[in-house]
């Protein structure tokens, strides 16, 4: 079990861009979830799916963000004309029961 | 999910036990305690949950009023390695959590 990996760990990109991450949760959990933080702030709930099931979605996530889990598996975090205001950590976490296991990030900077 | 409050910072001088409150004033019948913390520059990590029982593990201790309302998350002695952001969250057993801006505890030696 090596936990949760996030790829890539850091990203910069132009604005207008269109970037995708990756998150391996740790095997066997079936709850996947990705937040977003910037600095000074707590992480903001992003997307979460049970198995390859999309169940909740953040009211706040702009239609630029899209997210894919689809076999169940590995998730992909596509956001599409990034913006600076896109600037933040990227975390995914995985669970089995209660408690979320946080993977490194991945830290976007939008120039 | 109900909203949790919290002091922004404490110190706590090494080798002492910090003791993290939490308040959660609307928390509802099937919602746990939960507390992470995150260590700069890293995700954040599990410490410990409860319902409504006292609970202890490697890490903490979590104590919860019996109303619920309020908890306290203890750890026996701080060491510098546990100077972090401590987030006190309520949630059921599934879906997001929601954190707040928690509480960054600065151990000093």
């Known amino acids: 079990d090596t936990g949760v990996s996030q790829d890539p760990r850091h990203k910069i990109t132009k604005r207008g861009q269109n970037v995708t991450f990756r998150c391996d949760p740790i095997?066997?959990?079936?709850?996947l979830y990705w937040y977003r933080q910037t600095l000074g702030q707590g992480p903001e709930f992003l997307t979460y799916f049970q198995n390859e099931a999309q169940l909740e979605k953040s009211r706040l996530l702009s239609d630029r963000f899209s997210a894919e889990r689809p076999k169940g598996s590995f998730s992909t975090l596509e956001i599409q004309r990034t913006e600076q205001g896109d600037s933040a950590m990227y975390l995914c976490?995985?669970?089995?029961?209660?408690?979320?296991?946080f993977g490194p990030g991945t830290r976007l900077t939008v120039l | 999910d109900a909203k949790t409050t919290q002091p922004p910072s404490m110190d706590c001088a090494e080798g002492r036990a910090a003791n993290l409150p939490c308040n959660h004033s609307?928390?509802?019948?099937?919602?746990?305690v939960y507390w992470y913390r995150q260590i700069h520059s890293q995700g954040p990590q599990y410490i410990i949950h409860?319902?409504?029982n006292n609970e202890t593990n490697e890490m903490a201790s979590l104590i919860i009023t019996e109303d619920r309302k309020s908890s306290t998350l203890i750890l026996p002695h701080a060491t510098l390695r546990d100077t972090a952001v401590y987030y006190c969250?309520?949630?059921?057993?599934?879906?997001?959590?929601?954190f707040g801006d928690g509480t960054t505890l600065t151990v000093k030696p």
């Open positions: 409860g319902l409504k």
């Open positions: 095997s066997e959990h079936n709850r």
């Open positions: 609307t928390i509802s019948g099937n919602e746990y």
């Open positions: 976490a995985s669970s089995r029961q209660a408690e979320q296991f």
């Open positions: 969250i309520v949630n059921t057993n599934a879906g997001k959590s929601t």
